[in-house]
């Protein structure tokens, strides 16, 4: 039986113009598309795409060549946040460090120290064009009810004697957005191991691997990722978070999914100093953390996957879909 025929058989129609290629695929390749729980009704050329994914990836192992590149990193991190809050503010009284004076202002800048006293904040903020102090309740934070330095926030109050009270904060949060569809049918088997990993049957329904470790794919695009990571898949954002949180966790007595929530509206993994340990920078359309139990959620357009390792997910992009296996 030809492959257009099986194809016929299990109700998706040829393209006359691919037929040749139809013809040329492999049986894994084949049971792709038969399999598939997003099957085209007509298979085109479009969906060959699902073989050779357009795919760009970034960790956190770039090596940084001299000090300057260093700084002129950390640089472009403040300024990438300080737009961010700049471009949601709508406070008619924002300024710069500089420019401030006495009366109710609104200031953007950096955490550059902190300490605590009765239940108050003591903060130094810094911007491009100065300091200042500010006094914040320590309630106003939110449930986290802390600052880390180097983080960046909009700080609103009354400025007075030299000293901003703080009376709002503000952070750099990700933004309402609807998800992205893909062109094409794209299913993606992830998992987080401690050693070299078997694929199970069920990755041959996938056409991309992403793993920590190394995989003997057959047809897949197999990609290996480090502890932070940001994917981008045929336009798809995925950033990967494969560090142990539990320490953190219990130490500010929060739940794993609340950490998540806090990372993506401080746009940061609560690590001081924050913008040496790393931001996110883009917006993701999938965060997926690694975590004690496997879970979903969404917060503001952003699919949140909690994936404990040793274990999979088989993540669709078409009705963001995940199924959990363990390896």
């Known amino acids: 039986m030809s492959n257009i025929e099986r194809l016929t058989k299990a109700g998706i129609l040829t393209d006359p113009g691919v037929a040749e290629l139809v013809e040329k695929l492999s049986e894994k390749q084949l049971d792709f598309f038969i399999k598939s729980k997003n099957k085209p009704l007509i298979l085109q050329k479009i969906h060959f795409k699902s073989f050779q994914p357009k795919i760009e990836i970034k960790t956190d192992m770039e090596k940084r060549k001299s000090i300057q590149d260093f700084i002129n990193i950390l640089n472009s991190r403040f300024s990438l946040l300080q737009r961010i809050l ?35 904040f003591r903060t130094e903020l810094e911007d491009q064009t100065g300091t200042i102090k500010a006094s914040v309740p320590k309630n106003l934070p939110g449930k986290f009810e802390r600052f880390f330095l180097d983080e960046v926030v909009q700080i609103s109050g009354r400025f007075s004697s030299g000293v901003l009270y703080a009376e709002k904060i503000e952070w750099p949060d990700i933004q309402l957005t609807e998800y992205k569809k893909p062109d094409t049918t794209s299913t993606v088997f992830i998992c987080f191991s401690s050693s070299i990993i078997t694929l199970p049957e069920k990755a041959d329904s996938c056409n991309i691997i992403i793993s920590n470790q190394p995989v003997q794919a057959t047809f897949q695009q197999a990609i ?17 978070y494969m560090e142990n949180v539990k320490e953190t966790t219990d130490k500010f007595s929060i739940t794993e999914k609340e950490f998540i929530l806090e990372c993506l509206k401080r746009r940061h993994f609560l690590k001081e100093p924050c913008l040496q340990s790393g931001i996110i920078e883009e917006q993701p359309d999938y965060f997926i953390f690694q975590t004690q139990t496997p879970f979903t959620d969404s917060y503001r357009g952003t699919m949140i996957i909690g994936l404990p390792k040793e274990t999979f997910c088989l993540l669709d992009f078409v009705d963001r879909s995940a199924e959990f296996g363990t390896i």
């Not at 406070?91 to 108050?120: R, W």
């Open 86 to 120: 700049m471009s949601k503010s709508k406070d008619s009284n924002l300024v710069s460090i500089k420019s401030a004076s006495e009366g109710n202002i609104s200031i953007i800048g950096l955490i550059k120290t902190i300490s605590e006293n009765n239940g108050i």
């Open 224 to 240: 290996t990722i480090t502890n932070t990571s940001a994917a981008k898949i045929n336009g798809i954002n995925l950033l990967f």
